[in-house]
């Protein structure tokens, strides 16, 4: 059974995803670890996404598979992160993360690894 999300959604949905995780600070009360967290994590997955080899990368170097483990790890590891960093008892900031991992883990159950990402020639490929 093919999966439903392709690389190109996959795509899609990392940036659509990381600018809502950078505007939630904003948007959400969450103390100021929780902001930081939020906005390092925006950041990082935003230059890790943009180094995916698929059809949105700005420059295509990271494989596409290496992409799906780092979703899966991260998947797993996004509901600890307000405790680890110590805003679990925040609601708001802790309910975020929460929904971002069940997101995470819906996305990244839902994407295709096994199709091959069709990279454009103009994207750095070589």
Request: aromatic content about 8%; hydrophobic content about 50%; charged content about 15%.
């Amino acid at each position: 059974m093919r999966k439903p999300i392709s690389p190109n959604l996959h795509g899609l949905l990392d940036y659509a995803t990381m600018a809502a995780v950078f505007l939630a600070p904003r948007l959400l009360p969450m103390p100021r670890r929780a902001r930081r967290t939020a906005r390092r994590l925006a950041a990082g997955y935003t230059a890790m996404s943009a180094m995916t080899e698929y059809p949105l990368a700005v420059r295509p170097t990271l494989p596409w598979r290496t992409h799906g483990q780092v979703d899966r790890v991260l998947g797993a590891l996004l509901p600890t992160l307000p405790f680890l960093f110590g805003f679990g008892r925040h609601r708001a900031a802790r309910n975020f993360f929460l929904g971002l991992a069940a997101v995470t883990v819906a996305v990244t159950l839902l994407t295709d690894w096994d199709r091959t990402p069709e990279v454009a020639a103009g994207n750095g490929a070589a």
